[in-house]
T-cell receptor, first 120, second 111 residues
């Protein structure tokens, strides 16, 4: 399958600091990337949809000023958790939407390996 | 009615049995269908895709699609404890990036 990378895989930070997570689509161009959050034993929760060159669309209840998303190129989207607090500790997963073969009906989401954030 | 529904689970099967995971969707115009596997603590991984009616086999996995019944399933033959995971059904409705996940079914394969 297509390869999507995330960096860092683990981050521990102090409360009040900001953390940036990168999501890269390595072998296809993704016009759309998605950001999810998942708490232990819970389902994936979509946070926002990011389209290259435009503002992200946030799901209801997700603070856009706290979770800043930038999708500056077809292969890179970043999520910045600003002024992180312990309740932001979670597993953050990105996905890139597209198809390696370029066929529209094969377009699907390819997930990165995720980033574990622990805010002390 | 939710757009994509799956067995509520959890589903438990003995090792070596066939696990059957079901998914129904509401939009008759849906074009493409996908199955993901998510191990605990890991991100989802695409394991199967199917685009036309019938069966598609890949190793121990078989995806079945019936567009008339708006039903897609995943069969896992000779289930192994390593198949224990949450399985997510996803549907691409074919216009724009209109892509919907089901809630997932947790499968436990008992040794």
């Amino acid at each position: 399958g297509a390869v999507v990378s995330q960096h860092p895989s683990w981050v521990i930070c102090k409360s009040g600091t900001s953390v940036k997570i990168e999501c890269r689509s390595l072998d296809f161009q993704a016009t759309t990337m998605f950001w999810y959050r998942q708490f232990p034993k819970q389902s994936l929760m979509l946070m926002a949809t990011s389209n290259e060159g435009s503002k992200a669309t946030y799901e209801q209840g997700v603070e856009k000023d706290k979770f800043l998303i930038n999708h500056a190129s077809l292969t890179l989207s970043t999520l910045t958790v600003t002024s992180a607090h312990p309740e932001d500790s979670s597993f953050y997963i990105c996905s890139a939407f597209g198809s390696r073969a370029g066929r529209w009906y094969q377009e699907t989401q390819y997930f990165g390996p995720g980033t574990r954030l622990l805010v002390l | 009615q939710k757009e994509v529904e799956q067995n509520s689970g959890p589903l438990s099967v003995p090792e070596g049995a066939i696990a059957s995971l079901n998914c129904t969707y509401s939009d008759r115009g849906s074009q493409s269908f996908f199955w993901y596997r998510q191990y605990s603590g890991k991100s989802p991984e695409l394991i199967m895709s199917i685009y036309s009616n019938g069966d598609k086999e890949d190793g121990r996995f078989t995806a079945q699609l019936n567009k008339a019944s708006q039903y897609v399933s995943l069969l896992i033959r000779d289930s192994q404890p390593s198949d224990s995971a949450t399985y997510l059904c996803a549907v691409n409705r074919g216009y724009g990036q209109n892509f919907v996940f089901g809630p997932g079914t947790r499968l436990s394969v008992l040794p």
